[in-house]
Each structure stands twice: as structure tokens, then as C-alpha cells.
């Protein structure tokens, strides 16, 4: 969707469809541009399908606000957590030497890199906010290796549509749309504030989305697969976070 006045068409199709003829018919308006949600069955459906589709035609190209270094918050921050198992500790205890980034799925050449292998990248770093849906949120500075690299390097095919993206925590996982997966501001995040990146915030690599809220920048990344369809994932719903009620696009 590279043409402006095509998209604007679409947009103001989209917001005039959904005050005249109701949520359904902007779905379907959304579902002829190939925009539609994994989440967007059920009595949110609609509206996911609207929010969606409306932020990716009107601002598929914008940036989160960044913020001076004067503004970067002071710990202790609100959510801080570190995986119990035992795999987790004995890679921690091996100063996560071992730990390893799978890359699979719709992609030339997949590979495996260590967090080492990822410092040796072209890095990225932003001062951005993180929030979470519960309400607080905190303002840092991320350094990692833009995600757009990692699928450059490894020969993301043209059929890919999504990346799933999975934690050493079994039960958290998430997807991103390709507009969100090559955009400059996403990276594979194994720094914070001029350090390594601490394990009560998702050391040593965490996906680092800052469009979206805070879930879906997962903690103790270890692999990520691109994909054309996400159905075949969980519940189908492209992230475990519509499995306990919240959007899979989360786009602030
Ligand atoms: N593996 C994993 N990733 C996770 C979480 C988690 O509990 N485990 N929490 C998510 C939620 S709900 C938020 S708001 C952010 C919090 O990030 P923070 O610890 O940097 O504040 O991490 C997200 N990623
Ligand atoms: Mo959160």
C-alpha cells in the first residue's frame, strides 16, 4: 500500500463506513485490504478489526516518540520478573554464553545466534516508553539489533506475512504484522540504559516493540518463526495475550 490517496481513500472509507453503516460493513472494508486480525472473531471482533486497520492505513510509517536522556526513569520499576526454571538458571550461570536465537519458518537460511553474535550487528538504540495495560509505565533506553537485520540476514521470503515470536516462559508469545517486524524502531533487545539488558526486565534478549503496549515486547526471547498464516499457533490468535483477553494489536 504504497499510494497516498488509495490510502487515504481507504482510511476515510474506513472511518465513514464505521459511523454509517456500522462495525461490520468497515470489517469488511478491512478484510478487502488484508487487514484483518487474528483476533477478530467473537464481540470484539469488529472493533479490533477497526483499530487495526485504521492504524495500519493511517500510520503504517510513523514513529514512537523518543525522549531525551533526562527523562529516562529511575528504577525500581513495576513488573520485574526472572524465569524459575532450571534451564533459565543454568544458562544464567554460564553468563547466558549459551543462549541461542533460533530463526525458522518462511525464511532462505535459517540460522541460530548467540547474543554475542548479535552484538557483532549493525545496533540500534532509542529512548522510548514502555507501558503496560495495567496502567504505569517507564521511559529507558533499549540498544539491540534492529529485527529488520535479522530478517535481511537470514532471507525473510515474500510470502511472510507474520512473526511469532516465543519466550524460554512457555506461556508467552506474540506476533507482529510485517509493517511492525521491518520497522526501524523494533529491535531484539539485549541492552538497557548502557548496560547489558538485567533479567528481572527480559536479560539477556528481549523483543522490544515500542508502537505497541508493553506485552508484546516478550521477555527471554528464543526463537522466532515467520509465518504466513498464524492459525496454527496456539488458539489461532496470534499471541497468548487474546487467549486472556486482550488485542492482539496493541498499537499505542
Ligand atoms: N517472558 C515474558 N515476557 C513479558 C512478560 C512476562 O511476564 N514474561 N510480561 C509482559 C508485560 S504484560 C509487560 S507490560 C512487559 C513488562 O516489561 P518490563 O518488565 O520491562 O516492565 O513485558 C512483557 N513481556
Ligand atoms: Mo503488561
Given at each position: 500500500?504504497?499510494?497516498p490517496?488509495?490510502r487515504?481513500?481507504?482510511?476515510?472509507?474506513?472511518?465513514?463506513?464505521a459511523?454509517f453503516?456500522?462495525?461490520?460493513?468497515?470489517?469488511?472494508?478491512?478484510?478487502?485490504?488484508?487487514?484483518i486480525?487474528?483476533?477478530?472473531?467473537?464481540?470484539?471482533?469488529?472493533?479490533e478489526?477497526?483499530t487495526?486497520?485504521?492504524?495500519r492505513?493511517?500510520?503504517?510509517?510513523?514513529?514512537?516518540?523518543?525522549?531525551?536522556?533526562?527523562?529516562i526513569s529511575?528504577?525500581?520499576?513495576?513488573?520485574?520478573?526472572?524465569?524459575p526454571?532450571d534451564e533459565?538458571?543454568?544458562?544464567r550461570?554460564?553468563?547466558f554464553?549459551?543462549?541461542?536465537?533460533?530463526?525458522?519458518?518462511?525464511?532462505?537460511?535459517p540460522?541460530?545466534?548467540?547474543v554475542?553474535?548479535?552484538k557483532?550487528?549493525?545496533?540500534?538504540?532509542q529512548?522510548?516508553s514502555?507501558g503496560?495495560?495495567?496502567?504505569w509505565?517507564y521511559?529507558a533506553?533499549?540498544?539491540?539489533t534492529?529485527l529488520?537485520?535479522i530478517l535481511?540476514?537470514?532471507?525473510?521470503?515474500?510470502?511472510?506475512r507474520?512473526l511469532?515470536?516465543?519466550?524460554?516462559?512457555?506461556?508467552?508469545?506474540?506476533?507482529l504484522?510485517?509493517?511492525?517486524a521491518l520497522?526501524?524502531?523494533?529491535?531484539?533487545?539485549y541492552?538497557?540504559?548502557?548496560?547489558?539488558?538485567p533479567?528481572?526486565l527480559?536479560?539477556?534478549?528481549?523483543?522490544?516493540?515500542p508502537?505497541?503496549l508493553g506485552?508484546?515486547s516478550v521477555?527471554?526471547?528464543?526463537?522466532?518463526?515467520a509465518?504466513?498464516?498464524?492459525?496454527r499457533?496456539?488458539?489461532?490468535?496470534?499471541?497468548?495475550?487474546?487467549?486472556?483477553g486482550?488485542s492482539?494489536y496493541?498499537g499505542?
Amino acid at each position: 500500500m504504497s499510494n497516498p490517496s488509495r490510502r487515504k481513500l481507504i482510511t476515510s472509507g474506513l472511518a465513514a463506513t464505521a459511523g454509517f453503516g456500522g462495525l461490520a460493513a468497515a470489517a469488511r472494508l478491512a478484510a478487502r485490504n488484508g487487514l484483518i486480525p487474528p483476533d477478530s472473531g467473537g464481540l470484539y471482533g469488529p472493533g479490533e478489526t477497526l483499530t487495526y486497520g485504521a492504524q495500519r492505513l493511517l500510520t503504517a510509517h510513523s514513529h514512537a516518540r523518543e525522549f531525551p536522556k533526562s527523562l529516562i526513569s529511575k528504577p525500581p520499576f513495576a513488573n520485574e520478573t526472572a524465569p524459575p526454571t532450571d534451564e533459565f538458571k543454568r544458562l544464567r550461570a554460564g553468563g547466558f554464553r549459551d543462549w541461542k536465537l533460533t530463526v525458522d519458518g518462511m525464511v532462505a537460511h535459517p540460522a541460530t545466534f548467540s547474543v554475542s553474535d548479535l552484538k557483532s550487528f549493525p545496533r540500534s538504540s532509542q529512548i522510548t516508553s514502555l507501558g503496560c495495560e495495567e496502567g504505569w509505565s517507564y521511559i529507558a533506553e533499549w540498544t539491540g539489533t534492529p529485527l529488520s537485520h535479522i530478517l535481511s540476514a537470514t532471507g525473510i521470503l515474500p510470502g511472510a506475512r507474520y512473526l511469532v515470536y516465543f519466550s524460554i516462559e512457555k506461556d508467552w508469545w506474540d506476533s507482529l504484522d510485517m509493517a511492525d517486524a521491518l520497522h526501524p524502531q523494533t529491535l531484539l533487545a539485549y541492552g538497557m540504559n548502557d548496560a547489558d539488558l538485567p533479567v528481572p526486565l527480559g536479560g539477556p534478549l528481549r523483543m522490544r516493540v515500542p508502537r505497541q503496549l508493553g506485552y508484546k515486547s516478550v521477555k527471554y526471547l528464543t526463537r522466532i518463526t515467520a509465518t504466513d498464516s498464524l492459525k496454527r499457533f496456539g488458539k489461532g490468535l496470534g499471541s497468548s495475550s487474546p487467549e486472556g483477553g486482550y488485542s492482539w494489536y496493541a498499537g499505542i
